[in-house]
């Protein structure tokens, strides 16, 4: 019975490895998504030079502190530009004067969002004040920024639960990691609802014109590979610690009989 213990105990250990793999894998994927600027990209068919005619114009009126929400999604629709959960992005020449010729020689400018943008309101016509609060893409906005730093933190407080239970030498406090690891991943499924439901209720209100294709970038991507990375991982925690337990238990009850 002993060498079947064993063997049950290398395949709990096989599992809390895989299970740790994908977590960090997750944690990592997570991570870079919220630090990058790719969650959604605009491209336009437009040449560049058509782009670098205004491109002045275009960067004052982005960065102005009078912006609002339609001035800045009209420059990313006309500029190629990208969105993040922390800044936005367009394209502009690096050198765009009255009596210089247009350029083709374009750069990236970036601006980021500050904690007050993150839970301004979203207005039921973007731009117009006095068009009353959208409360959908209100909610939907300010979600998508809270929603990926629970995530990173309910990974983080469980695996600091299992290094715990490491030092302990019991597998049990592992349900507690896997159980964070499932709140955690459906966390980041609620991040990635909420931020297809947010642009598309955005492009209801403000169309793209038609020289204009949008597409979701690589930092979504990574952050829907991550969901399911996190729900393995809570698998594999639960799985593990549940079945040693039960193990234990008949163990103990076959020593005593």
Known sequence: ???KGAMMDNRFATALVIACVLSLISTIYMAASIG????YEYHTLSPAENVSEAGRSIWE???SEEADEKTCTDALFRCNGTVGLWRRCITVPKNSHWY???ETDMTTNCISFSLSDQFMEKYIE???HNSGTDLNRTYLWRLQFLLPFVSLGLMCFGALIGLCACACRSLYPAIATGVLHFLAGLCTLGLVGCYV????LLH????LPEDVRGEFGWSFCLACVSAPLQFMAAALF???ARTNRKEFTLLKAYRVA
């Open 238 to 240: 639960i799985w593990a």
């Open 100 to 102: 210089s010729p247009p």
């Open 126 to 128: 973007p731009g117009n």
């Open 61 to 63: 009126e982005f960065v």
């Open 1 to 3: 019975y002993s060498s």
């Open 197 to 200: 439901a947010g642009i598309e």
């Open 204 to 207: 209801k209100k403000l169309p």
């Open 36 to 39: 990058t600027d790719f969650w």
